[in-house]
């Protein structure tokens, strides 16, 4: 029994002794290129995240070359596909800015055109609650911009009244559009140069009324800014008669819907016109009083 | 039998520290059941199968480290070599006396690895905050570890 435990405590002690000898082994003599090899693919093909580190150029040390090159065009490519990916990104935007730098090279071109004196500002903020009420511009006070000067814009070719001016601070403003619920402003429309009143709905259409049923009123006529308008230069194109409503007389008075010429949903840019009111119209408490 | 289910066992803790370490590690912080396997193993098996199960498990580790090769196979082997020597003064089969055995084991691993590897190959592995938490970790999951080979030794007779 005692020579069993004895034999038993030897042969526990026997291969205790050979595995620390082979480990010592292992840990002392170098390993042949072959045990590296194994042990780096095999290491690769478990812990692939182990060689995207910077201790990928230990790991690949005494390995042969064809090994390690077959490891490191691996980490190539995975580096290239990250960077072909990053690419493809910047390309996406490369072209979103080639296509905006042709949009406001257009405006660049149209605006020596204009007959006004002013300056171009970019919306930088809408209200997605009420989008036909008001929006933001990235330029206030420091670039000269005063309250009720007129916001015009451009779509292509075509330019038409956007907005005034409603609220200016340092570096931003607040235009108040022509579709808003408060805007009101005298219209003129064919040969005669007939006067109607403009008024904004909060919604995409605007309304003229006031329209003497006499007038010479037809659709698709274009309606401009009058001269009689204190806010705004004359001539300026705020929109097209869409429809007329000849039925819902007034008082010897019929109404039609107005298309704005410039769609609010469209504009990234604005032009603001340096207009000042007349001296006796800048304060407005003196004028209500 | 035995054997086969040794072998079973073998390839099953090698997966799930493979598993372990590669997706449920949080800031490279992974329970070591390696670690706590070649403990349980060390306490509940006969010395030659556990010290055959501590070598090549430590083999696998060093096959899928980057540091001195054969470290993980040295330190694994005298570390159940220790428990298999230990075992007879102190219960292991209690869940305090694991919980303190892995915490100790773990730290002198940590540490013995670290000199092996500055001495053999001048590189640094350890990291303190693996260090500070891994044998927390490896601590508190031996019970259950230890749970799970009693039952499969004891119960199902695999080991």
Redesign the interface.
Do not use: G, M
């Given at each position: 029994m005692l020579k069993a435990i004895g034999s038993h405590k030897d042969?526990?002690k026997t291969?205790?002794a050979i595995?620390?000898s082979?480990?010592?082994?292992?840990?002392?003599f170098p390993?042949s290129k072959l045990?590296y090899s194994?042990?780096a693919l095999?290491?690769y093909v478990?812990?692939p995240?182990?060689n995207y580190g910077a201790?990928s150029e230990?790991?690949l040390r005494n390995i042969p070359k064809n090994i390690s090159n077959l490891l490191k065009t691996d980490q190539e490519n995975r580096r290239l596909s990250a960077l072909v990916e990053n690419n493809t990104i910047f390309l996406n935007y490369a072209g979103t800015l080639i296509k905006e730098n042709a949009r406001l090279v257009k405006l660049l071109d149209l605006s020596p055109s204009f007959e006004w004196r002013g300056t171009w500002a970019r919306i930088i903020n809408k209200s997605p609650d009420n989008c036909y009420s008001s929006f933001f511009i990235d330029k206030g006070s420091d670039y000269g911009i005063k309250v009720n000067y007129t916001v015009i814009a451009a779509h292509g070719e075509t330019v038409g009244l956007v907005g005034r001016i409603f609220e200016v601070y340092n570096n931003f403003s607040k235009v108040v559009l022509i579709t808003d619920n408060r805007f009101s402003s005298v219209g003129v429309f064919g040969k005669e140069e007939t006067e109607s009143l403009i008024e904004g709905r909060g919604a995409e259409l605007l309304k003229m009324s006031h329209i003497t049923i006499k007038a010479d009123i037809a659709k698709d006529m274009d309606v401009f800014t009058s001269r009689t308008s204190i806010l705004f230069p004359q001539g300026i194109s705020i929109g097209k008669v869409s429809k007329i409503y000849s039925k819902n007389m007034v008082m010897n008075f019929i109404e039609a819907d107005l298309l704005p010429t410039i769609s609010i949903n469209v504009i990234k840019e604005v032009y603001i016109i340096s207009r000042d009111l007349p001296k006796e119209m800048h304060d407005v408490k003196v004028l209500r009083k | 039998m035995k054997f086969i289910g040794n072998i079973f066992v073998f390839i099953i803790v090698s997966v799930a520290y493979w598993l372990f370490s590669n997706h449920f590690s949080f800031f490279h912080i992974a329970p070591n059941m390696l670690f706590t396997a070649a403990i349980s193993l060390a306490i509940l098996l006969k010395p030659v199968t556990a010290l055959s199960f501590c070598f090549f498990w430590g083999l696998y580790m060093d096959m899928m480290g980057i540091n001195a090769f054969g470290a993980y196979a040295l330190i694994y082997t005298l570390m159940c070599y220790a428990v298999h020597i230990s075992k007879k003064r102190f219960d292991f089969d209690m869940p305090i006396p694991q919980i303190v055995l892995v915490f100790i084991l773990s730290v002198l691993v940590f540490l013995f690895h670290q000199m092996l590897s500055l001495i053999f190959t001048d590189v640094n592995p350890l990291r303190l905050k693996v260090l500070f938490v891994e044998p927390l970790v490896n601590s508190l999951l031996m019970p259950f570890v230890f749970a799970i080979f009693h039952y499969l030794k004891r119960k199902l007779k695999i080991l």
């Open positions: 042969i526990t291969v205790a595995y620390l082979i480990a010592c082994f292992l840990l002392i390993s045990v194994v042990r095999f290491s478990l812990y995240a182990l201790t230990f790991y | -």
